[in-house]
């Protein structure tokens, strides 16, 4: 990813894995090493930021893009796309500010070249990304695997052990 600037890192699987749920646990592990975490989440839905009758709303439907929401505890950027089209997620980091970060998890973009690691829940009975993505680094399973290939192998339940695995596997923290 030519606008990857600091190391990325995905998080793939299926909806209902629990990518979101492992995500709000891991990050404050990993900010507690001091890691400054950036997030960026795709959606397949047509998501709105800002409520029907609220002005932003109100001029972004007039036309205005982009809508900048500013307030003295966050920003929020909204971009209309002319053309709906699946987001690529390099052009996504080239609108994203990792000038303060270390490391940026993403979830979703699952099928992009970049490291990930792949969550599988067997009792949900879908199938395993890892045997055509040789981008996944490592699988996250409450379950015990026997992968095809040698792969890293982690307890989906066990935060400590996955925040592990990325500071000093990927991170390469001492």
Not at 63 to 82: C, D, K, N, Q, Y
Not at 90 to 117: C, M, R, W, Y
Not at 119 to 143: C, G, K, M, V, W
Request: charged share 20%; glycine share 4%; net charge neutral.
């Amino acid at each position: 990813m030519k606008n990857a600037l600091i190391p990325i890192l995905g998080f793939a699987a299926p909806s209902g894995t629990g990518k979101t749920t492992l995500l709000t646990q891991l990050i404050p592990l990993l900010k507690q090493h001091n890691i400054r975490v950036g997030l960026i989440k795709h959606s397949h839905h047509n998501f709105q930021i800002d409520k029907p009758g609220k002005d932003s709303f109100r001029l972004r439907e007039a036309g205005a893009t982009p809508v900048m929401l500013v307030s003295s505890h966050r920003r929020a950027i909204i971009t209309e796309f002319t053309t709906p089209v699946d987001p690529s997620l390099d052009e996504q980091l080239a609108h994203f500010d990792q000038s303060t970060l270390d490391l940026i998890l993403v979830e979703g973009f699952k099928s992009e070249n970049f490291p990930k690691i792949e969550l599988h829940r067997p009792s949900l009975e879908l199938p395993l990304f890892y045997p055509d993505d040789s981008t996944i680094l490592a699988i996250a399973s409450d379950q015990p695997l026997f992968p095809e290939r040698k792969i890293v192998s982690l307890d989906l339940n066990n935060i400590s052990q996955i925040a592990d695995f990325i500071l000093h596997t990927f991170l390469k923290k001492s």
